[in-house]
């Protein structure tokens, strides 16, 4: 049974930082590319960074040089590390796996606000 259990939200100011985790179970975590999606409230989900197996990364142009997405094989966890944040940055993150089917954590709320 996969599992995917994030962590890591919370309010922040215009400016801070704050780290996401995800914690995998029931999947060979090494051999799976790792996502995080974000949904604003009102907009579709959206594709925010992927990780794969072997390290390489993408990101969505809005978080491109803010946002680092990463990953601990040996913990099963993969992170995201938000600088800079904006107001439009808030919205609830997910961490998605995809193995023969996709799998999405519970999220975790994100709200950038002064």
């Known amino acids: 049974q996969v599992q995917l259990v994030e962590s890591g939200g919370g309010l922040v100011q215009p400016g801070g930082s704050l780290r996401l985790s995800c914690v995998a179970s029931?999947?060979?975590?090494?051999?799976?590319?790792m996502n995080w999606y974000r949904q604003a409230p009102g907009k579709e989900r959206e594709l925010v960074a992927s990780i794969s197996s072997g390290g390489n990364t993408n990101y969505a142009d809005p978080v491109k040089g803010r946002f680092t997405i990463s990953r601990d094989n040996a913990k099963s966890t993969a992170y995201l590390k938000m600088n800079s944040l904006k107001p439009d940055d808030t919205a609830v993150y997910y961490c998605?796996?995809?193995?023969?089917?996709?799998?999405w954590g519970q999220g975790t709320q994100v709200t950038v606000s002064s």
């Open positions: 029931g999947i060979i975590f090494s051999r799976c590319t």
């Open positions: 998605n796996v995809w193995r023969m089917t996709d799998y």
